[in-house]
Nanobody
């Protein structure tokens, strides 16, 4: 089980930016490919961005490509999601987890609300 601590998120106007962080103490995150997932009300949870263990390869859902950037700092055991040009449809609870996800490590997630 990965015990992941998330921070960031909140309320932002359309076009704004937010940065999410996901930290883990103990087991080194560098052992895992990591992903950011989100779940909007009434929708299934979806993977929006993933990053390889080394950080060399990154993949994005089409809906966020060009706006979101996933990164990691293995020395600090932290994964980030920079979200720019946010849209109301980005409103969701965001989670970090390994990729593929560990079913015991979802946590409570972080609410992101994009609204004017």
């Amino acid at each position: 089980q990965l015990q992941l601590v998330q921070s960031g998120g909140g309320l932002v106007q359309p076009g704004g930016s937010l940065r999410l962080s996901c930290a883990r103490s103990g087991i080194m995150l560098r052992l895992y490919a990591m992903g950011w997932y989100r779940q909007a009300p009434g929708n299934q949870r979806e993977l929006v961005a993933r990053i390889a263990r080394s950080g060399a390869n990154r993949n994005y859902a089409d809906s966020v490509k060009g706006r979101f950037t996933i990164s990691r700092d293995n020395a600090e055991n932290t994964v980030f999601l920079q979200m720019n040009s946010l849209k109301p449809e980005d409103t969701a609870v965001y989670y970090c987890n390994s990729d593929p996800p560990d079913s015991t490590s979802w946590g409570q997630g972080t609410q992101v609300t994009v609204s004017s």
